[in-house]
């Protein structure tokens, strides 16, 4: 009996290494593609097409620019809040008591606006997939990103979601980008040396990629997994990295796909000018594409904007229930307001992106501060002086871009 006994409690025992490992893989690639599909979303979509049909080529050094940006701030956010372990609000009321609150304030009122919008273009892609009408659709697509948060597994869920979502994106943009034949070599060129450099555009660009909630989706869910401290410094490192280059990638992807309807002579001039894009690039089945991209945007962007923003107003202790319908109520309010005003009111829109653009700048400025003077913070940890360095060419610039966003403050008494 003996012997049996010995195996039948020692036979299971291998298998719960191999299954935190894999939890623990599947949090990481989650926590890459959330902060990847965060910066993609409709705006975003909308935005890369008009600024291509601009620009045209010359759009590629503005692409350029906003991906170094990207990674010279999120290579640091990563690191001293996955070593830290601490949330960005967390670190912040630690270094000055208070600042913490403020940021989550700041973080959640752009988000929960910003929401409002990634709502409505969930119902657009719902409306040109089936034909409902976009309220409808909107509503359908806020139920379907509240179920995943109220599922037993809400953590697994999210991370399944975001990455087949992105994945998806991914595959139809690239097939998109190969049937519009981009000129690639003048992209190229263009990235380099550009025809013409708009710096209006590439502020806008960046504000709306990295600026609030953005900034802090994939190291916050990242920590929330679980993968924190100094022992995780490769990890951390090596997820920030591919997450960049999957945000990177999609970027890129979408801006040829577009470049290349232009650059082939069609003139888009409906009010729907990426879908219209689409369209010439692959034919009749280019809307139906169109609808899929814009609506995996904007459901990811929802979930990204909900989780991130819940978990500015919330601390390690609060229980993962308390969290989960937090989240949804959040998701539920940015779909109330949608469904009575169809859209974020113009107003809100302004100030949101002025915020957002207020935001970098200062939340930024801690993680560096935490970088440079905090190492109990760090556990100890040394942290690299070139990777300090880069953040703070990176935090000069977004001070230049906090600076242009009270531009949009000061439209509303204009």
């Known amino acids: 009996m003996s012997p049996a006994r010995t195996k039948r409690t020692s036979g299971p025992r291998p298998k719960k290494p191999v299954r935190r490992r894999n939890t623990r ?39 350029l620019v906003s991906i170094l940006v990207d990674i010279a701030v999120q290579l640091n956010v990563w690191r001293v809040i996955g070593v830290s372990g601490k949330r960005a609000q967390e670190l912040a009321n630690t270094v000055l008591p208070g600042s913490g609150w403020f940021l989550a304030a700041l973080i959640c009122l752009g988000g929960l606006v910003f929401n409002i919008g990634n709502i409505a273009g ?12 976009a309220k409808l659709g909107g509503v359908i697509s806020a139920v379907i990103a509240i179920a995943i948060f109220l599922s037993k597994k809400a953590g697994l869920a ?27 070599g003048l992209a ?38 679980g993968v924190s401290g100094r022992g995780n410094v490769s990890a951390i490192t090596r997820s920030s990295v591919l997450g960049i280059v999957i945000t990177g990638v999609i970027r890129v992807l979408l801006f040829l796909a577009i470049l290349g309807v232009v650059a082939g002579g069609v003139a888009l001039t409906s009010d729907n000018q990426p879908a219209e894009a689409f369209q010439a690039a692959a034919g009749e089945i280019g809307p139906r594409l169109f609808g899929i991209v814009l609506w995996a945007a904007s459901i990811t962007s929802v979930i990204g904007a909900a989780y991130t923003s819940i978990s500015f107003v919330t601390t390690p202790r609060t229980s993962p229930r ?22 974020a009111p113009a107003t809100l829109l302004i100030m949101a992106g002025a915020i957002n653009g207020l935001i970098l700048p200062v939340g930024f400025a801690v993680i560096l501060w935490v970088a440079w003077r905090r190492r109990d913070l760090l556990g100890g940890y040394v942290y690299p002086k070139w990777l300090l360095a880069i953040g703070v060419l990176a935090w000069l610039l977004t001070l230049f871009l906090g600076y242009q966003s009270l531009g949009g403050l000061a439209k509303l008494w204009v």
């Not at 969930?122 to 009408?133: H, K, Q, S, Y």
């Not at 399944?160 to 690639?184: C, D, E, F, N, Q």
């Not at 708009?198 to 990295?210: A, K, V």
Request: hydrophobic share 55%.
């Open 122 to 133: 969930t119902g657009l892609g719902a409306n040109v997939l089936f034909g409902v009408d």
């Open 25 to 63: 893989r599947s949090a990481l690639l989650g926590a890459m593609f959330l902060m990847a599909t965060s910066a993609v979303g409709p705006g975003f979509i909308v935005q890369t097409t008009s600024f291509t049909v601009q620009l045209g080529a010359a759009f590629a050094f503005a692409i």
């Open 322 to 343: 308390t969290r989960s319908i937090a989240t949804c109520a959040f998701i539920a309010v940015s779909t109330l307001v949608y469904t009575l005003l169809g859209q």
């Open 188 to 225: 190229l060129k263009n990235a380099v040396i550009p025809d013409g450099v708009d710096f209006l555009i590439i502020t806008t660009l960046i504000g709306g990629t990295i600026g609030g909630y953005i900034t802090y989706a994939g190291a916050h869910r990242m920590i929330d997994a």
């Open 158 to 184: 999210l991370d399944k979601i975001v990455v087949v979502l992105g994945a998806v994106m991914i595959l139809l943009i690239a097939y998109v980008a190969i049937v519009s034949h981009p000129p690639l």
